[in-house]
């Protein structure tokens, strides 16, 4: 009898283990990052401008890419995209509201012009996509207290 029940004991233990060990390994399939700089607008003074993007980590069309080239080139465009983000910000002169789309295409293209770079150096075939997209662009009031 104690031996079934030491039995039962050990085959729940190693069931428990099995299916929690899933959870450590589920990788998210985006990641997101965000940028924060000061934009002078027109009539309304500095503002600070919030830039989020989200990377897909995994191609949309269901195209297998488990190289680690491929998993290198996508950590390093997630860390690239930030400096041209922050540089298209800073290097713009006071802007209107409405000049801020053509800034958040700016940031666009050139966020796409960095993973076409990219490409060559990680030996990836031309045709690999990077999908990518500034899920948030808004303005927020500083508050000086």
Do not use: C, H
């Not at 031996?3 to 990788?27: D, E, H, P, T």
């Not at 209107?96 to 490409?119: H, P, Q, W």
């Amino acid at each position: 009898m104690v031996r079934s029940f030491f039995f039962a004991i050990m085959i729940v233990l190693l069931l428990a283990q099995g299916a929690l060990a899933g959870f450590s390994s589920y990788n998210n399939p985006y990641s997101s990052d965000s940028v924060v700089a000061p934009i002078q607008i027109k009539d309304k003074g500095i503002y600070n401008l919030v830039v989020a993007i989200q990377f897909l980590n995994e191609p949309y069309d269901q195209k297998v890419y488990k190289s680690d080239e491929y998993a290198d080139y996508i950590r390093r465009i997630k860390v690239e995209w930030s400096g041209i983000a922050l540089s298209q910000i800073l290097s713009t002169e006071e802007q209107s509201i409405n000049d801020l789309v053509g800034l958040k295409s700016k940031i666009e293209t050139k966020v796409s012009e960095l993973a076409d770079r990219l490409k060559k150096k990680y030996s990836l075939d031309g045709d690999v996509e990077v999908v990518f997209s500034l899920s948030n662009f808004f303005l927020l009031e500083p508050n000086y207290r």
